[in-house]
């Protein structure tokens, strides 16, 4: 008896031992440059667009996808953490300014890729380095058991009726988040004192995206402001209790930049799937996802169209100046 | 005779060399890194990091939390221990294994139940919406002790049980004799035979919420109460990432565990009393009258009730309900969420790398922490203590801190070993982690071999290898397989080393519970976490069948 379990034991070892030999030396394989098998890109949620992209593109190219999804935060940091030895190839962020401050750090390769004359204009900057190939933009989104109607502005947010119901994702971890208050605070009259209304309002910071919006379907907050619209028209579609509006005096629609890291240890595969995200294809899968898609001749049938959405007068190089501090004073407002 | 001397002491310095690689080194990184400044020696501005105000605030933060939580979960073990040490409900040996059940909870998914019980319009609300908003007052410092303690009493309290079975019921008897009341004879006789035991057991606890990630990551942070682990973990991993502060800050928290230890060391030394003797002894029993045991009952049933009833309620329930806008409601409850679970690849490959990362790194511990030990009662002087001491050390130092460590260090040596973005780091980080199980384990099970038994082997002719495999071997077997056990179940669901060095495209359960928490569906990650518990259940029953009937044969 004794004998025949640590016979087992020693077998179920020796093969997971194996299998992670196996996959060692595919890894090692797959970083000698000839091989050019894989292409690594870090791209934020949603997941599930994020897998069907990899998928797409393996289908078409033979090329394998290795992705990491995070939160912008978590992307950055990651990529700051493997400057000695950088791993990725193509960097998808969901903050157009997140994706300028690196370009600024002169991270970025240009590029001009396939059907780029298509692209909604500004959505590919000046030099060529980013690409917007998707954009969300955030709005208000409300429970409708808990608010059954719902219009008002950003600064009639603060009013008494809605005390102890507004919440907001962390600007520090959502870039959707982050870019739309350094637009509130740059492109308005008094976005700063906005902010402060909303936290003497009992404004509450209950995580990423999708935390934020989960405190909001349970009902345990009414009301999401800046909440990216993508997560509440997949919600919607599910049948949650959920409505999006975009305030009369406009929002912030961020293109979700992907950019050619400098480094990319395999830098044609990169540029193969840059040009792939703007593909029929790939856009496609964009709007599938209830996500704005950067080419003008795509329309999604989904959500509200790009021109439909009122915004805020956006001046990105300012806006990237401003937008990490301001990201940590709100979250030092509302601690 | 140098030369056989150096051969008989080679395996040791090997195993020490092999040990200050894994866990000395990454430890010095992190004080390095704390100290040095863009490349020089900087005191200076490294004590204006670690006296920021800011810091400061962490640290009591977390102190206050440590002390809250010993003090909490002293008042729910001690009973409880009593109760299950001394009278008649000693006999159901059943509650032992419930008492475990809070403790095996990966506290994350507990503390993310409770959460979900008690917010507004939570499970709580929906199931007796004539509270009102009660139950929202959980949501402060006080909830997060609770939540906390209830995950780590039930290591107080086995302890406690133990020692309280060891005490022998003549101490108490001569002391009744003598004329003194219950209370006297519990204050002068049963306390100070327990304070040894309580201290090493406080002290753990107080460690152990120190270095906890998963409750104040989703409790605390929401209350706004951030602690070391939390702010850790927010500089190595959301940008602007600031290692040297997260090191001076992992710096400051080992300050503080091995001072606890010194106090801890000081305290069971001068209250240990040599209780267990060759000598049988009965331990004592207390007849509780019916209302007393009723009373017994009742506290037990409470305690159940609130360490697991009501996360396991939450989560269970919440792995079930279809749509979150409608929360408890007939018609709202679903299985889809288990069956997505078993046919997207990506969960699936997640519980593989989490079950071959549990089995191989519990392997590599029970070979490399038997060495350990076997050399360890071979060698002497600086040696032995440098073995023991090393391989000790992981279990008195959070985890979060090692892990930085073994990030930074092998991040530098990159060029030299290409270990680190390879799933291989996360073994090894494990390995690190949980080596202390395995070599307190199978000390025990060594110091419980009479010496004379060995002696009897190599009288018979048999060889050293002989004998270790004929005799040793079998006898610390089970030693051995329960810190494997052990190892497999904590490592199955261990949250922040996953977190912070996966490689890009590696999932495990605890990472991809916490990726539904935060970016898809609760619900998905629940009905994850209900299947985790499921496995480590399995295992740890099949491992209980097993030796069981070991013991039987």
């Known amino acids: 008896m004794k004998k025949s379990i640590v016979c087992l034991l020693l077998a179920l070892s020796l093969c997971l031992g194996l299998a992670a030999c196996g996959q060692k030396q595919s890894q090692e394989q797959d970083q000698t440059p000839q091989l050019s098998g894989k292409v690594t890109v870090y791209m934020p949620s949603p997941a599930g667009l994020a897998d ?33 030895n950088p791993v990725a190839d193509v960097v998808i962020l969901a903050s157009w300014s997140d994706g300028l401050s690196m370009k600024a750090d002169g991270k970025l390769e240009s590029y001009t890729p396939a059907g780029s004359d298509k692209v909604n204009k500004g959505w590919i900057d000046s030099d060529n380095t980013l690409f917007g190939s998707s954009a969300s933009a955030v709005g208000v989104i409300y429970n409708t058991t808990v608010v059954p109607e719902l219009n008002a502005d950003w600064s009639d947010l603060a009013d008494a009726r809605y005390k102890d119901m507004i919440a907001i994702p962390d600007p520090e971890k959502s870039g959707a988040c982050k870019d739309f208050l350094a637009g509130l605070v740059t492109g308005t009259a008094d976005g700063e004192s906005i902010m402060q209304s909303w936290a003497d309002n009992g404004l509450t910071v209950p995580g990423a995206n999708k935390a934020a919006l989960e405190a909001v379907t349970t009902g345990e907050k009414g009301i999401l402001i800046a909440g990216v619209d993508y997560n509440a028209y997949s919600s919607m579609a599910k049948g949650e209790p959920l409505n999006i509006y975009y305030p009369a005096s406009g929002t912030v629609v961020n293109p979700r930049p992907a950019m050619i890291l400098k480094t990319a240890p395999d830098m044609d595969n990169a540029k193969a799937f840059v040009d792939f995200l703007f593909s029929d294809e790939a856009q496609q899968l964009v709007a599938d996802a209830y996500l704005l898609p950067g080419r003008s001749d795509v329309q999604c049938e989904n959500r509200t169209n790009l021109s439909d959405i009122p915004q805020i007068p956006t001046d990105w190089a300012k806006m990237m100046d401003v937008a990490s501090d301001t990201a940590a004073k709100l979250n030092s407002l509302c601690k | 005779m140098r030369q056989i001397d150096l051969k008989k002491n080679l395996p040791q310095v090997l195993l020490l060399v092999l040990l200050t690689g894994l866990i000395l080194c990454p430890l ?207 500089y190595s991993t959301t940008a602007p990432i600031d290692f040297g502060r997260s090191a001076s800050l992992s710096s400051i928290l080992v300050c503080i565990c091995m001072v606890m230890w010194l106090m801890q060391n000081d305290i069971t030394n001068r209250n240990s009393y040599r209780l267990v003797s060759g000598k049988g002894s009965r331990p004592a029993q207390t007849k ?239 009905a994850m976490a209900v299947l985790c518990v499921l496995i480590t259940t399995t295992a740890l029953l099949v491992f209980n069948r097993v030796t069981g009937k070991e013991k039987g044969a």
């Open chain 2, 28 to 234: 010095i990184t992190v004080f390095a890194k704390a100290v040095i400044i863009d490349g020089r020696l900087d005191l200076y501005q490294a004590w204006q990091t670690i006296a920021s105000s800011e810091n400061v605030q962490t640290v009591c933060n977390s102190l206050l939390l440590g002390v809250c939580v010993v003090l909490c979960s002293t008042v729910i073990a001690v009973p409880t221990a009593y109760l299950l040490a001394r009278t008649q409900l000693a006999k159901h040996s059943w509650l032992d294994i419930i008492f475990m059940i809070p403790f095996m909870t990966p506290p994350y998914i507990a503390s993310m139940g409770w959460i979900l019980f008690m917010q507004k319009k939570g499970l709580f609300q929906q199931l007796f919406p004539a509270t009102g908003a009660w139950s929202e007052g959980f949501f402060c410092f006080g909830g997060l002790v609770l939540v906390m303690s209830l995950h780590v009493f039930p290591f107080l309290m086995t302890m406690l049980k133990n020692a309280m079975l060891n005490i022998p019921a003549s101490l108490e008897e001569s002391g009744a004799v003598f004329g003194a009341g219950f209370g006297l004879r519990l204050r002068r006789i049963f306390a100070p035979l327990l304070t040894g035991n309580y201290a090493i057991g406080a002290l753990l606890v107080f460690v152990k919420t120190l270095s906890e990630y998963g409750t104040p990551y989703t409790l605390g942070r929401r209350i706004g109460f951030y602690v070391f682990t939390t702010d850790i973990h927010r």
């Open chain 1, 52 to 84: 069907k992209l990899a998928e797409a593109f393996t289908a078409k190219t033979g090329v394998e996808v290795e992705q990491f999804q995070g939160t912008t935060g978590e992307i950055l940091a990651r990529l700051e953490a493997e400057q000695a």
């Open chain 2, 288 to 526: 509780l009258s019916a209302a007393g045991k009723i009373g017994a009952w009742l506290w037990v049933a409470l305690v159940v009730l609130v360490a697991i009833g009501v996360p396991y309620f939450s989560i269970i329930s919440t792995s079930l309900i279809k749509l979150r806008g409608y929360g408890l409601a007939a018609g709202n409850f679903t299985l889809d969420h288990y069956k997505e679970l078993l046919t997207t690849p990506k969960a699936l490959s997640s519980i593989w790398k989490s079950l071959f990362l549990a089995v191989s790194s519990a392997t590599i511990c029970s070979v490399i922490g038997t060495a350990v030990v076997a050399a360890v009662r071979r060698a002497k002087g600086f040696c032995k203590k440098a073995l023991e001491g090393i391989s000790l050390l992981p279990e008195m130092l959070p985890s979060i801190v090692l892990v930085i460590g073994i990030m930074l260090f092998w991040n530098a040596i990159y060029k030299v070993l290409p270990l680190y973005n390879t799933i291989g780091i996360m073994v090894l980080a494990y390995v690190v982690l949980y080596l202390p199980y395995t070599v307190q384990y199978v000390t025990s099970a060594f110091t419980q071999i009479n010496d004379s038994l060995l002696q009897a082997g190599r009288v018979f002719g048999g060889t050293p290898s002989y004998v270790f495999r004929r005799v040793t071997l079998p006898m610390i077997s089970r030693g051995i397989f329960a810190g494997w056990m052990m190892i497999f179940i904590i490592a199955f669901r261990e949250l922040v080393t996953a977190s912070l060095i996966a490689p890009p495209n590696t999932l495990v359960v605890s990472t991809y519970i916490n990726r539904e928490f935060e970016q898809g569906s609760v619900s998905l990650g629940m």
